[in-house]
Each structure stands twice: as C-alpha cells, then as structure tokens.
T-cell receptor, first 115, second 114 residues
C-alpha cells in the first residue's frame, strides 16, 4: 500500500521568505505524486504533479517540487512567500489498481504567512 | 460555470436522520469521486465511479450509498447518521480513471451531525 507523510502540520513564514513543505512517500511502484492546495472554504486545486518525466516540476503560483527517489521525497518550495499563499497544502500519491485509480493524501500542512 | 458543484454547502442534522449530498460536474469527465475530510483535515477516498460504474469502495459503512444516475452526477446518500459522520465531504472528478490524472474538486459539503 502507498502512503504519504507530511512533516509539520503547520508552517509559519514571513512574507518574502522561502516556503518549504516536506513530503515523503512510500510506494512499491514508481509513484505519481501531487501537491494540492486548499484555500479556506474551498475544494482542493492542483498545484503540480510528478509523472516520471523531469524530476523538478514547476507548478502554478511560483511553486515547484523536486522528486528525489533516493530520499523518497517530493518537497514543495516557493522562493518568496506571498500573503495569498496562506492555505492548507496536501501532498498525494496516486496508485492505480485493478479496481481503479486511487489518490492517497498526506495529513496536510497549514501555511501561515506573516506580514 | 462551476466545474464541480456540490449541494448543499452546509448540512446540519440530527443523529439517526437520512440525508443526501448532490454533486454535478460539467467537465465531461468519466470518473467521479467522493472524499471525506475529517476535523484534522485528513482526506480519504470513499468511492469512485467510472461511467456510472462503481470502481472503488474504500471500506465505507453501508449506510453510505453513492448513486450515479449519469456520468455527470454522483450523489451520496447517508442513512442513520452518526456523530462520527461529521466531516467535510468533497466530490471530485477526473477525465479518466488513470493514474496521474488531475482531480477537480468541488468546494465541499460540511456535514454536522448533532
């Protein structure tokens, strides 16, 4: 079975500072990995995904993530935080079984941005 | 114009009642899902349907019964509601039932069981 662990349920950064959200995965097959963002009272939106092409993946809103197989990690970064980045971020791994495609989420990391 | 829409947005009800949550997607997608997000923000898949056919049923109590009248709709009916059912329920859709597919989520239904 696949699983995802996000280190840190809360991250607080100053506006303009680096945002780093950690994600480690466990998978018996080459994984497909995702980062989703959830703004207050909204559903999740895809930030970026890794599907075995380039290991450095660029997403929307200036976010990027690097797939490191040796570390089983897929950390999300943004060089300079903006107030609008305050949200909940979820890392996820996709597993395709005979019974269909399944997305398994990590526990989420809430990002607070201080002015 | 909302891609994936759920109704109602908020649902407050008493234990033992039966309630339904509706979901519609106008993206022409083949696959729809229900996810449950608990009070700790943990998200877990409940069901997925592909072209009206049940694909995934993740050990959800049989009090939960999804219904897909057509591939644009996936409703969730819950019988005999319990306190532990309180959560936010998200509907989602994707173009294909294929690994790596992007999911489009609705804005959620916050269910509170009193």
């Amino acid at each position: 079975a696949q699983s995802v662990t996000q280190l840190g349920s809360h991250v607080s950064v100053s506006e303009g500072a680096l945002v780093l959200l950690r994600c480690n995965y466990s998978s018996s097959v080459p994984p497909y990995l995702f980062w989703y963002v959830q703004y207050p009272n909204q559903g999740l939106q895809l930030l970026l995904k890794y599907t075995s092409a380039a290991t450095l993946v660029k997403g929307i809103n200036g976010f990027e993530a690097e797939f490191k197989k040796s570390e089983t990690s897929f950390h999300l970064t943004k060089p300079s935080a903006h107030m609008s980045d305050a949200a909940e971020y979820f890392c996820a791994v996709s597993e395709f079984r005979a019974a269909g495609n399944k997305l398994t989420f990590g526990g989420g990391t809430r990002v607070l941005v201080k002015p | 114009d909302t891609a994936v829409s759920q109704t109602p947005k908020y649902l407050v009800t008493q234990m033992g009642n039966d309630k339904s949550i509706k979901c519609e997607q106008n993206l022409g997608h083949d696959t729809m899902y229900w996810y449950k997000q608990d009070s700790k923000k943990f998200l877990k898949i409940m069901f997925s349907y592909n072209n009206k056919e049940l694909i995934i049923n993740e050990t959800v109590p049989n009090r939960f019964s999804p219904k897909s009248p057509d591939k644009a709709h996936l409703n969730l009916h819950i019988n005999s509601l319990e306190l532990g059912d309180s959560a936010v329920y998200f509907c989602a859709s994707s173009q294909l039932d294929r690994v790596g597919e992007k999911l489009f989520f609705g804005s959620g239904t916050q269910l509170s069981v009193l």
